[in-house]
């Protein structure tokens, strides 16, 4: 994230509780084969995204760029 749009993960991102999360107008699961905890409202969509965890950086950047280009693809509808 850092190197491809500048945001650093560690600065930036926390452990938030569920309760602390305002309501999403959409939600979406990334898949990886893991469970999701239950954010108040169901899935929109499950985007069936390979876990890049413990696998190389060129694997999180594939993750990461499949991930924008989903969001660009949901901000067209």
Known sequence: MKELYGIDMEKKQ???LISSI???DISI???CDVGCPFIGRAF?????LEDPTGKTDDDFR???QQIEKNILEL???
């Open 14 to 16: 926390y452990s938030k």
């Open 22 to 24: 305002p309501e999403p």
């Open 29 to 31: 699961s990334m898949g």
């Open 44 to 48: 929109d969509d499950n985007w069936k």
């Open 62 to 64: 594939g993750a990461i």
């Open 75 to 77: 901000k067209k509808k």
